[in-house]
Structure formats: structure tokens, C-alpha cells
T-cell receptor, first 113, second 116 residues
């Protein structure tokens, strides 16, 4: 699976959009971009994933650049409850390795009043 | 629908002992995977079970083992505990149907193991 690079920490004011970048310059054509987050003392929580098109769900939006070498997770209106470590994961998907995620160090997002 | 349930939530053991952790997946989920989280190494994949068979294994010594029962519930065992085994052990479940390749994982809250 391709390696990812994320900033170690970011701050965001409550109510503003949080934009979390992820670099995955060695991504292959068959690798997906996944985002999970981990709130303190809890297990990771799935947020969103995509292959090459932008994706949006009730939690966030995922913007993948045309060359797929980087992506941005957008939380449109961050709240204090969004304070967490956000992990960007790039992985090939097949039924044999679906559950094997390689987590990096992630970005610690601090949402403040 | 109930989430992934892990028991116990906290556990204290001493070096040399063994420990068994339990995980009940979301109803209908057939795949259960285990992860270890430490401050130094982060989240690392231990192994995955599907239909009572180990399907994937991470880079951990043989002291770490697991199994899955016919109802998809899973246990992991660590024998001859070492201080470095102190960690948060997380279990995740997924549907893992053979024709679906983009399954998301649902994690439990973990078992915090302290080895003294």
C-alpha cells in the first residue's frame, strides 16, 4: 500500500471548515483513499473513501486531485466533537486484504471555540 | 443495531501471564480483525479472521494468537506477557462479502491492557 504524509497537527475554529491535507504521491491506479478518525479513548471511525472522483457524505467531503497524488478531507462546519486524530490511508482493495489497514501517524485536529 | 463490543475494557496483568480478549462483531458481520495501538508504534494490524479461518496476519510474534467462533465472535490471546505488550487492543468487524471490495471497518472501543 502507498505511503501517506499528513501534517502532525492542525487547529480550526468551531463553525469553520476544517481542511485536512494528505499527500500520497506514490499511489497506484487501483488504490483507494480512505479516511478514518479516532476520538480520544475510542476506536477509529470510518469517515469517507474514494478512488478518483470527489466524494461527499453526511460527515465530510473528500477532494482528490486529478493526478491522485494528494487529497483533502473537508469537514464543512467543524464542532468541538470533531477534535480527533484523522488518518489518511491508501490501500489496494481485494477480498483477501480488506481488513488490513496501514495507519500512519495522522493529523491531530484541535477544534477551538 | 449494536456496535462492536470488546471485553474487558481494562485489564492489568503481570509479566509472564497470559491474557484472552473478547470481541463480538456487529450482527451479520463475518470478518473480525485485531489491531494493537501503542504510543510508540501507533496502530498496527495483528490478524483477521473470516468464517473461523485466519485470513491475514501482521508482523507479530507467535505469542499473539486468535480464533473466531461459528457465531463470528472472536478472541485473541497473548501468552507470556511482556511489558511491551501494554497497549490498547482494538477489534474491528466488517461485512466482507466476497463480491464487495470496499468494505469499511467498524471498530470497538478496545481493551486497554497494562502489563506490570
Amino acid at each position: 500500500d502507498a505511503k501517506t504524509t499528513q501534517p502532525p497537527s492542525m487547529d480550526c475554529a468551531e463553525g469553520r471548515a476544517a481542511n485536512l491535507p494528505c499527500n500520497h504521491s506514490t499511489i497506484s491506479g487501483n488504490e483507494y483513499v480512505y479516511w478514518y478518525r479516532q476520538i480520544h479513548s475510542q476506536g477509529p471511525q470510518y469517515i469517507i473513501h474514494g478512488l478518483k472522483n470527489n466524494e461527499t457524505n453526511e460527515m465530510a467531503s473528500l477532494i482528490i486531485t486529478e493526478d491522485r497524488k494528494s487529497s483533502t478531507l473537508i469537514l464543512p462546519h467543524a464542532t468541538l466533537r470533531d477534535t480527533a486524530v484523522y488518518y489518511c490511508i491508501v490501500r489496494v482493495l481485494n477480498t483477501g486484504t480488506a481488513s488490513k489497514l496501514t495507519f500512519g501517524t495522522g493529523t491531530r485536529l484541535q477544534v477551538t471555540l | 443495531k449494536a456496535g462492536v463490543t470488546q471485553t474487558p475494557r481494562y485489564l492489568i496483568k503481570t509479566r509472564g501471564q497470559q491474557v484472552t480478549l473478547s470481541c463480538s462483531p456487529i450482527s451479520g458481520h463475518r470478518s473480525v480483525s485485531w489491531y494493537q495501538q501503542t504510543p510508540g508504534q501507533g496502530l498496527q494490524f495483528l490478524f483477521e479472521y473470516f468464517s473461523e479461518t485466519q485470513r491475514n496476519k501482521g508482523n507479530f510474534p507467535g505469542r499473539f494468537s486468535g480464533r473466531q467462533f461459528s457465531n463470528s465472535r472472536s478472541e485473541m490471546n497473548v501468552s507470556t506477557l511482556e511489558l511491551g505488550d501494554s497497549a490498547l487492543y482494538l477489534c474491528a468487524s466488517s461485512l466482507a462479502y466476497p463480491d464487495k471490495t470496499n468494505e469499511k471497518l467498524f471498530f470497538g472501543s478496545g481493551t486497554q491492557l497494562s502489563v506490570l
